[in-house]
């Protein structure tokens, strides 16, 4: 490119801008400072100046060493990467977040069950097959409670490839397709109105697991809460995953009739324990709560016991039993009743210490892990012991709906002391488990036993250290923490209050996501990050190394339908564009491309139903647009290659400028255009 001394910049930074070159050296910038990914980075030997210079601003800013190492194990370099995603609940907000670790930078929001408009997630016109996905019985429910994301498995190890979410408030199961990062299904449970141990993968995704929590009249049934015991229920559903399909099939999925006792959270066997479904549960008392009536409030009714059951579901015979006929029809979805459940010996229960939360398996599957909220032990059961005492008919009791319950002693492994209010259980490569105390405000660290504590050398069934965390944690996740191989090295505490961490944004605080170093062993394991999270409340995250990921740069040819995800024959090409009309319904095909959509002028009638169809013809990555249509509820993400279809009444008329939405270039101000809705006392509609 030719260009004088007086405009050469300028003509070459506006030509880069026009035809979308992201050339950093035509702004004159100085990048060599910049250092990007994959580049050679020199050792650091600070000389004496530095390191005064490096005093002086610890000083200055009143930073201690400890800090110093903590900012030094986290900054990221720009254009470095970072090694782990962790995708995170958004709890109340519906979506689904994907964070950098070590940086905690968030990378992307992913809309799950809640529109949102930089996604254009819900906002393509009447008949959004995204609001359509979110309709129960034919109301539109435009949230979520998103509790538990869980990463596709491949003999127990995260493959990269899916993401499940399920949503307690509405009891549904969202699918997320990790190449493009958009939610591809929702399915929502036949059975219950709300859900929580949802979700949750066998070590090879044949299934998605979603257990319930409160009973309710399964299938949107009715009875009064003095026939609690007798017609309210649980239920656990076996999502069955359709890998070629990518979606959810829900003509092979089924359900398993629980008593009304609280199901909580699920986990899956692996290695010697695959095969089997933990869940918990609460309110064994069965307490119908009712303050107002003069009764114990549900919290006070449903801890009374000191014993709750953890379920013990052997999901390969209960699939049998379901291809083999045995289930009974509810709300048109095969549930498999407890009849069934005790005849076949399909579910097992084990008492557990009152009020538990989490269940975890270990990586080697031996051991399940069950903290009770309530009592400062986790309660450690053996998978062997477990399969004894079942061959064994080590089952002297039964509940109070015939479920045998195994013998406490026959199936505990051990119980280990950690503090107060026990919820959530991790994993690393050293040996250690990784336990949650919400009212101690701490991450505890233990020592497993069994093969870890001969392969570790370690004391088995100890507590090792405790780091306080700010404050209240919840869950907590580690690198590939929920794998048959953890990394270690980086934890995150997701600690539910914040109170004087951050700044104050008003009465509504952030939730902290705490950073943990895990990777030396012993009673070192110092927070190194505080990431405020002012969008939600997020419960849980799976923490997944970065170079699994095989997202897409951009969409793998113009004319992609991510709904489909495959080339659609809709979609317009370059020299295709126009508007035809077929009576009163009308077709736009449009393309859109730095820094014009074609056509510019669209002119219909009131009353017009109009289907537009955009492809955006760009091949370069990250040139995105958008395109929205004021005073319609539209807008649209167009990312490149990606091809959308949207319908609207043209109900309104007069002059609309629709435009992109995504500063795309230095001519993006001018990518618009004008909807022209001709009114009908000026011969539009007729
Ligand atoms: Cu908040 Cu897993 Cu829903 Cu525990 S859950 S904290
Ligand atoms: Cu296209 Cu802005």
């Known amino acids: 490119m030719k260009r ?3 405009t050469g910049i300028g003509v070459a930074v506006c030509m880069a801008m026009v035809v979308g070159m992201a050339a ?12 990007g990914a994959g580049q050679e980075v020199r050792p650091v030997d600070l000389t004496p100046e530095q390191v005064a210079q490096l005093t002086k601003v610890a000083n200055d800013r009143r930073l201690n060493v400890d800090d110093l190492l903590a900012a030094a194990k986290t900054f990221m370099p720009s254009g470095r990467h970072d090694e782990y995603v962790l995708f995170s609940s958004g709890g109340q907000s519906g979506q689904v977040f994907a964070i950098g670790v070590p940086s905690m930078r968030l990378l992307r929001s992913i809309a799950v069950f809640t529109p949102e408009s930089w996604q254009g997630y ?42 499940f979410i399920g949503d307690k408030a509405n009891a549904r199961v969202a699918v997320i397709d990790l190449r493009d990062w958009e939610t591809k299904q ?62 959810i ?33 609460f309110n064994v008392e069965m307490a119908a709560g009712g303050v107002e009536r003069g009764n114990p409030p549900f919290e006070a009714g449903a801890s009374k016991r000191d014993m709750d059951y953890l379920h013990i579901i052997d999901w390969r015979k209960a699939e049998a039993a379901f291809k083999a006929g045995k289930a009974k029809a509810i709300n048109g979805f095969p549930v498999l009743m407890l009849d069934t459940l005790i005849a076949d010996g399909i579910m097992y229960f084990a008492p557990e210490p009152k009020s538990p939360h989490g269940v975890d398996v270990t990586p080697n599957g031996q051991y399940m892990i069950v903290a009770g909220k309530l009592d400062p032990h986790v309660t450690v059961y053996s998978i062997d012991k477990i399969k004894a005492a079942i061959a064994g008919k080590k089952h002297s009791t039964k509940d109070a709906y015939g479920v045998p319950v195994l013998d406490f002693d026959a199936v505990v492994e051990a119980q280990v002391e950690l503090g ?17 105390l919400f009212l101690d405000s701490a991450v505890a660290r233990w020592t497993l036993g069994g093969e870890y504590a001969s392969m570790h050398k370690q004391t088995p069934w100890k507590l090792v250290t405790k780091t306080p965390v700010q404050y209240n944690i919840g869950h907590l996740a580690a690198a590939e923490g929920d794998t048959v191989s953890p990394d270690g090295k980086y934890l995150i505490s997701m600690s539910k209050w914040a109170v004087d961490r951050f700044l104050t944004t ?31 409340e997020p419960h849980y995250a799976q923490m997944i190394k970065a170079d699994k990921l095989k997202s897409w740069k951009v969409y793998p040819e113009i004319g992609w339908n991510p709904h489909t995800q495959r080339l659609d024959p809709r979609a317009p090409k ?113």
């Not at 050296?25 to 100085?30: K, L, T, V, Y």
């Not at 257990?211 to 949107?220: H, K």
């Not at 398993?256 to 899956?268: F, H, I, R, S, T």
């Not at 949207?646 to 004008?674: I, K, V």
Request: charged content about 20%.
């Open 24 to 35: 950093p050296e035509a702004f004159g910038q100085d990048t060599r400072r910049r250092r």
């Open 249 to 281: 099939d829900e003509a092979n999925s089924f359900a398993l009739e629980l008593p009304p006792y609280w199901q909580d959270l699920a986990d899956a066997g692996k290695g010697p324990s695959d095969g089997w479904i933990f869940i918990n549960s």
């Open 4 to 6: 004088t001394a007086s």
């Open 420 to 436: 107060l209010g026990p919820l959530h259980t991790q994993f690393d490569d050293k040996g250690y488990a990784y336990t949650s």
């Open 506 to 536: 008003g009465p509504l605080l952030p939730q902290n996501f705490q950073l943990l170093d895990i990777s030396e062993g012993g009673t070192t394991m110092p927070v190194i990050y505080d990431m405020p999270l002012g969008v939600g």
């Open 574 to 686: 370059k020299g295709d564009e126009g508007v035809t009309r077929d009576g009163s319904r009308v077709l736009v095909k449009m393309t859109a491309v730095r820094s014009h959509f074609f056509p510019e002028h669209v002119e219909v009638n009131e009353g017009d139903v109009v289907t537009w169809r955009i492809t955006a013809i760009e091949s370069a990555q990250d040139a995105t647009h958008g395109f929205c249509i004021g005073g319609y509820n539209i807008n649209l993400s167009l990312e490149p290659g990606e091809f959308v279809e949207f319908t609207f009444t043209a109900d309104r008329p007069g002059t609309y400028p629709f435009y992109c939405t995504e500063f795309c270039s230095a001519l993006h101000l001018e990518m618009m255009g004008y909807l022209h809705v001709k009114p009908r006392s000026l011969g539009g509609g007729e």
């Open 122 to 163: 819900g906002f393509a016109g009447d008949n959004d097959p995204v609001l359509e996905s979110l309709k129960i019985n034919g109301r539109l429910v435009s949230w979520g409670d998103t509790h538990h994301p869980a990463l596709s498995e491949t003999k127990g190890e995260y493959d990269g490839d899916w993401l």
């Open 186 to 247: 929702i399915v929502k449970n036949p059975l219950t109105v709300s859900d929580h141990g949802a979700a949750f993968v066998t070590p090879n995704t044949e299934y998605v697991i979603e257990g319930g929590q409160y009973a309710t009249v399964l299938g949107y049934g009715y009875a009064p809460p003095e026939e609690y015991q007798k017609h309210y229920r649980g239920m656990v559903t076996l999502w069955k995953f359709d890998r070629v399909r990518g979606r």
